[in-house]
Structures are given as structure tokens and as C-alpha cells.
């Protein structure tokens, strides 16, 4: 967003600038002070969850650790604690991170016996939370929040039962369970985990600061073009991206693929060679995630949702942003059939699913689809009520279950 913007909503004050940082002021606030633990400040999705919590009331300070990836320059303007350094996946180096963030929790424990919330993403700030609670001889409530349910968790081996073992003494202690899809608590946390204490769905929608422009693009061309499919946020999964590539050969002079973000589980050396080999697949380079959708979406007709990272499970359950800012935007999402997205998608006929084997499906897809099919999907989606992908009374909800 260019410039700046102020929202005055009761006690709070949001000025976003330039640079993507959200920066928030409360004034007046009631004394609710919420302590949210993460496992990196300068996500995206931790922005948004800083600023909502903000936008209801509550003083936010962020004991949070960095990313060794994107936006590592970021430097929040919210009152945050740094823990030091974490990478993805890494857990034995995870773990020592943990254990060296213990002094900071010490130092701050005044501060942590104040608090009236906890709040604690993932299952390695839950620990820490937990263990900042002892420290400080805390009892605020506990709230842990899950947006992945990681491989380490599923896998047979000592170590993922010790985790859920671990998370399941956690859960015990905890007052409240929030996941971002539906999927994650019938699929593991009840049937797994055998959780049967409080959870709440919050979904990962966008915030209520977003807007659209009221004269979009016609795109009265297609069918005269090449479809054009967008690929927008954190580029993972070699099964996903080989499939891609692979259709990028069958459907060339049919279909573009564009992509945006930044690499995570893609090797760069296969990402590049896979430009230089294919014109119809295109990097646009990194983003900021709330001023540049409108114009990304904009200039597709897709948008990729089928994640095939882990498809036995967390892949399977979860509910992608990228549903979430494409449907806000009027573009349908692709989908494996039987996936929680895919499902959702089929409910409210706002998409298309596909059946293993899924080159050959969306092969023939591209070939036979015609621009009055498109639009009579695109139409149904653009009629689908704005509370289905913009975040409202739910965060408000959330909120009154807290304390």
C-alpha cells in the first residue's frame, strides 16, 4: 500500500506504510495485555494476527523468533521480545534455539506475570509458553494455535511419538485449541491426538483492511489467449512444481503459469532452469501481501491450490490463504478432488477438483474448458458472500474466548 493509511476503530489506531509494516497504536486499551509466542516475527500471517488482536483491544507484545528466509530485514514496530534464530524443519536445531531463548524468558518474567493471555503457535512455542508460565508463576489462560500440522507430528518413529506425546500433555493445559481448517482437528487432533477439549475454527482469511477496486479488468479476451494460472505465496513441494513443469510442456501455447513469493522446499538451481526451458512459466519475484494481491490476481484467471507436499496428510486437511485472497478477488481456485479445499470448492461450485492422475485430468481440463463454463463459475464466485474470505465476527468471537 502506498502512503499511509490510518483506521480508527474505538481503541485503536493502524497506520500501514510503504514497506508492508503494519504499524499499530492502541489507545485507551482496557489492560488486556496478550503475550503471543511465534516461530517468526516477520511471517505474514503473524502481522495479520498482531493486528487483529490489536484491532480488539488487547496491549500485544510478541515473544517471537527470526526465519532464515524472506523478509529477514523486517524489523516489527509492535513491542516484541526476540528469541534468536530458528530455521524450517530443523527441530534438533529448533530445540537448542529453544533452550537458548530460556535466559530471555527469565529476564522477562515480570513482564510474562502480567499478562492476562498466552497465545502460542506451533507446537514449539507451546512448550515455551508453557515453560514461560512456570517461570513466572503465571495463570493466564493458554491458547495454542495450529496453521500446519507438520510431518513430525504424523511420522511413526520415536521422535513424532514423543511430540504428541508432549503435545498432548500440553493440550491438557491449555484453554483453548484454534486451527485454521476444519480438517486439522477431524483428521488428527480427534482422531489421533483424541483432543476433546474447547477448539475454535479460525480460518486463514484476510483481514477487514483490505479493499478492491470497484472497476476490475473485464478480461474479455479469454478464449482468444493462453489461460493464465497464478501461483502466489511461499513456492514448496517438488512433487507440486514438477507437475507444474510437466504441464507447462503438454499445454504450451494453452496455458501460463506465473509465479510469485519466495522459495522455500524448491531447489533454486531446478527453479531457474525451469524458467530458461519453459516461456510459458513466469517469476514475477517476491511481494507484499497485502497491497499487491489486487494487481496479482488481477492478471490471472487461476489460481493454484493443489498442494501435493504431503498428501497424506497435511496437504489432504488444510485450507490455504491462497483460497482465502483469490475468492476475494473473484478467481477460482484448482484443486485435488477430496482435499479439505477441494471439498469446500465443490460445496459452493466456486471451482474445479481433479482426480489422480492429476497431469492427465488437468490436461484434458485445459484443453476442453470453454470461456462460458469459466465465467459461469467465476460468476458464482463473485456473488459468494465477502464474510467467507475476509475475516469478521469470527476474530471478535475468538477474542471473547480468550480470557
Not at 92 to 110: E, K, S, V, Y
Request: hydrophobic share 40%; net charge neutral; charged share 25%.
Amino acid at each position: 500500500m502506498h502512503g499511509s493509511v490510518d483506521i480508527e476503530d474505538e481503541n485503536v489506531t493502524v497506520d500501514r506504510t510503504s514497506d508492508s509494516v503494519n504499524r499499530v497504536r492502541v489507545m485507551n486499551a482496557d489492560g488486556r495485555e496478550l503475550l503471543f509466542f511465534c516461530p517468526d516475527v516477520t511471517d505474514a500471517s503473524t502481522l495479520k494476527r498482531v493486528q487483529q488482536f490489536a484491532d480488539h483491544g488487547y496491549r500485544v507484545t510478541v515473544f517471537g523468533f527470526r526465519r532464515h528466509r524472506y523478509n529477514s530485514s523486517y524489523q516489527p514496530t509492535w513491542p516484541h521480545v526476540p528469541l534468536g534464530l530458528t530455521s524450517d524443519g530443523r527441530y534438533g536445531q529448533r530445540l537448542g534455539a529453544l533452550l537458548r531463548a530460556i535466559p530471555t524468558i527469565i529476564a522477562h518474567r515480570q513482564q510474562l506475570k502480567r499478562a492476562s493471555v498466552y497465545y502460542a503457535r506451533n507446537i514449539d512455542q507451546l512448550v515455551l509458553a508453557m515453560l514461560a508460565r512456570l517461570i513466572s508463576f503465571s495463570r493466564a489462560p493458554l491458547t495454542y494455535e495450529v496453521l500446519d500440522i507438520p510431518p513430525i507430528l504424523i511420522h511413526d518413529g520415536w521422535a513424532s511419538r514423543l511430540i504428541r506425546a508432549v503435545e498432548r500433555l500440553c493440550l491438557r493445559n491449555t484453554r483453548l485449541l484454534v486451527l485454521s481448517s476444519p480438517g486439522f482437528h477431524r483428521a488428527f487432533y480427534d482422531a489421533i491426538q483424541r483432543y476433546h477439549g474447547e477448539w475454535f475454527l479460525l480460518e486463514n482469511k484476510l483481514h477487514p483492511s483490505i479493499s478492491r477496486r470497484t472497476n476490475a479488468p473485464s478480461h474479455n479476451d479469454r478464449g482468444q489467449r493462453p489461460w493464465i494460472v497464478g501461483y502466489f505465496g511461499l513456492i514448496r513441494g517438488e512433487e507440486t512444481f514438477d507437475l507444474m513443469t510437466r504441464l507447462a510442456e503438454r499445454l504450451r501455447g494453452r496455458v501460463i503459469f506465473k509465479f510469485r513469493g519466495v522459495l522455500t522446499t524448491v531447489d533454486q538451481s531446478r527453479f531457474d532452469e525451469a524458467l530458461r526451458r519453459h516461456p510459458n512459466i513466469v517469476y514475477g519475484g517476491p511481494y507484499l501481501p497485502h497491497q499487491d494481491l489486487e494487481d496479482m490476481y488481477d492478471e490471472v484467471d487461476f489460481a493454484w491450490a493443489l498442494d501435493l507436499e504431503h498428501t497424506d496428510h497435511n496437504s489432504r486437511w488444510l485450507m490455504p490463504c491462497r483460497f482465502y485472497e483469490a475468492g476475494y478477488f473473484g478467481v477460482p481456485c484448482l484443486a485435488v478432488r477430496g482435499f479439505e479445499v477441494g471439498s469446500v470448492l465443490e460445496q459452493h461450485e466456486i471451482g474445479w477438483t481433479f482426480d489422480m492422475p492429476l497431469e492427465d485430468s488437468l490436461v484434458r481440463f485445459f484443453e476442453t474448458l470453454t470461456p462460458d463454463e469459466y465465467n459461469r463459475v467465476r460468476g458464482r464466485l463473485g456473488a459468494s458472500p465477502s464474510s467467507m474470505f475476509v475475516a469478521g465476527e469470527d476474530v471478535r468471537q475468538l477474542c471473547g474466548r480468550l480470557d
